[in-house]
């Protein structure tokens, strides 16, 4: 089964709209952390935001945004104020708790392009 | 700098020759992995190191190698590459722990093509 599912594979905003890409997990344990990075097209994975499971707020980062619903078990990744820059592919990821595994698992990912 | 570098950048070989692809990082980070990127696949973890001398498999360990010898480096070793190992590859690293600590630090990539 898929740990990550992101089932976007592409998605269209405007400038200036906000948007929201999609990720649900699987896992059974208590502890675990979830991150969004970016991927441009010039290839490198870039760091955008971290929620851990017992935090209670949701995670920002400037104009991200982390809406963390843990029953459902999504995590989704909204950014607000879209600008041309954010065109990229969107990854989410987890980490399972330590104790029980230190595997990252990641989605397939989702390709954005911001409209002018 | 805090980086994870990662050499060759680009490599074009043949089925069969072995080849290794080095990973460095200087943040003396115990966690380090390798992934494979494939369109429509994502990021798959390859094999990933708790610390030195310590290594498991990840979800596509199947024809690669590694070894951690010491804490800054974690060479990814393909004994005999077919075509099917073309992709583009990944180091990262991170600090071990709960909490932000667990963000890994990704190198720039490296593009492999077997022919």
């Known amino acids: 089964a898929q740990k990550i599912t992101q089932t976007q594979p592409g998605m269209f905003v405007q400038e200036k709209e906000a948007v929201t890409l999609d990720c649900t997990y699987d896992t059974s344990d208590q502890s675990y952390g979830l991150f969004w990075y970016k991927q441009p097209s010039s290839g490198e994975m870039i760091f955008l935001i971290y929620q851990g499971s017992y935090d209670e707020q949701n995670a920002t980062e400037g104009r991200y945004s982390l809406n963390f619903q843990k029953a459902r078990k999504s995590a989704n990744l909204v950014i607000s104020a879209s600008q041309l820059g954010d065109s990229a592919m969107y990854f989410c990821a987890m980490r399972e708790d330590p104790n029980t595994g230190n595997q990252f698992y990641f989605g397939t990912g989702t390709s954005l392009t911001v409209i002018p | 700098e805090a980086q994870v570098t990662q050499n060759p950048r680009y490599l074009i070989t043949v089925t069969g020759k072995k080849l290794t692809v080095t990973c460095s990082q200087n943040m003396n980070h115990e966690y380090m992995s390798w992934y494979r990127q494939d369109p429509g696949l994502g990021l798959r973890q390859i094999y990933y190191?708790?610390?030195?001398?310590?290594?498991d498999k990840g979800d596509v360990p199947e024809g690669y190698k590694v070894s951690r010898k010491e804490k800054r480096n974690f060479p990814l070793i393909l004994e005999s590459p077919s075509p099917n190992q073309t992709s583009l590859y990944f180091c990262a690293s991170s600090p071990t722990g709960s909490g932000r600590y667990n963000e890994q630090f990704f190198g720039p990539g490296t593009r492999l093509t077997v022919l």
């Open positions: 190191s708790m610390n030195v001398e310590v290594t």
